[in-house]
Each structure stands twice: as C-alpha cells, then as structure tokens.
C-alpha cells in the first residue's frame, strides 16, 4: 500500500532522551530554573524546543531562544552522542529497503544535527531523504517538514502513498494535516495515553512489531 516511510528520528529511531534532557537542564539552569528529575524533562523529547522553553520554562520568546542557544552549547559538544539507536533500528532499516520502501526522516530537530546523528549511529546509508528544521528557527512544524519530506520524495501529489512514523502526538497531528497515515510507536517518550488520544493508524509497542507491521 505504501511506498515511503518518514520516520521521527528521536523516541523512533533513536533513544535520546539522556541527551536532550541533560542539555535542556543545562539551559533552564542559566535562568535559574532547577530541575533535578531529568524524566520530567523528557517532555522536550519531540517537541519544537523553544515553544517547549516557553511552555515549561515560562520564557518569553527572547528568553527562549537565548535558552535554545544554551541548549546547543551542550548538545554540539556531548548531548547529540548521548543516544543510541533502539535495538533491532538498523535490521528493521534494511529489512524495508531490501523490501522496495522509500524511507526518509522527518524531525523536528535541526537538519544539521540529525544528518551527524544518522552519520554517527551508521542509519544515513538507509535515508533517500532527511529534513528537519533550519537552525534559524525555521521549519519547525512536524507538519512542515513532513511537506518538505514529501516534495523531496516527489509525493506531494501521492500522500495516500507515504506514512509517517513517530512516537508523540505531534507527529501524528503533523501527518494527519499533511493527509498521511500515521504508526504510532510506543516504546519511545509519548505516553500510550497521549497516542491513543490522537487516534493514529495503529499503535506498536516494539521494533519488532513496526517491522511486521509492514512486513
């Protein structure tokens, strides 16, 4: 039924929620905003970071963005590296290539750091297409980069043929606004009640289950 598979990279493909949250603490320490128990920080995970500084935090958008240029201070040096693809990424990768899938990434996350991520880890080779938003700020909307991913593939015309893949509510919202079916993934920071709230296409909770669920 499907020809490509647009992937969220973090709480999808990637465990990452050590780095982000460590970094996102080191931000909101420089105003004076202290949060020991780095598992509340895993709300960052997926989000667009400086409307989660604002929401969280309580910054005003000056605040915010001063706050998302700490946030990459520590993330440029060590918080992209703390982070490991979940087990059995890689096989269930080239599993759906060898199958004939197109897949792309499609994160929230700046393009910059998503390609060294995929470079680091080895998943590039598996990727016809990786966007994410610009580190201006831009394109930062799950919505807008799957429109992105999308034009890239040559599909923006085909929608019924690309699904999005993603562990939190945005992601799904993004695909259904965008006119894409979304596979929601249980194992990464959404909570299963937050999925299930946004009725995607269908839920799994391992990486096994999203391989058989195209395979």
């Known amino acids: ?41 895993e709300v960052f995970v997926g989000p667009p ?77 598996y990727f016809e297409v990786v966007v994410g938003s610009e580190m201006d700020g831009s394109r930062v909307r799950k919505a807008e980069v799957i429109e992105e991913a999308l034009r890239r593939l040559g599909l923006e015309n085909h929608r019924d043929k690309a699904v999005m893949v993603g562990d939190k509510e945005h992601d799904i919202f993004g695909a259904r606004q965008q006119g894409l079916d979304c596979v929601a993934v249980a194992y990464g920071y959404g909570s299963r009640g937050e999925l299930e709230n946004a009725s995607p296409l269908a839920i799994v909770g391992t990486v096994e289950e999203l391989e058989n669920f195209f395979g």
Do not use: W
């Open 49 to 125: 970071l400086k409307d989660m500084m604002m929401s969280y935090g309580g910054l005003d958008e000056q605040q915010a963005e001063q706050a998302v240029c700490y946030y990459r201070e520590r993330y440029h040096e060590k918080g992209m590296f703390e982070n490991r693809p979940y087990p059995h990424i890689e096989e269930m990768l080239a599993r759906l290539r060898e199958e004939g899938y197109r897949l792309a990434v499609a994160s929230s996350k700046p393009t910059y750091y998503v390609n060294q991520i995929l470079e680091y880890f080895g998943l590039a080779q």
């Open 1 to 41: 039924m499907y020809q490509a598979i647009l992937f969220d990279l973090d709480g999808t493909l990637t465990e990452s929620g050590e780095g982000i949250t460590k970094c996102v603490q080191y931000a909101l320490e420089k105003f004076d905003i202290f949060e020991p128990d780095l598992k509340k920080l």
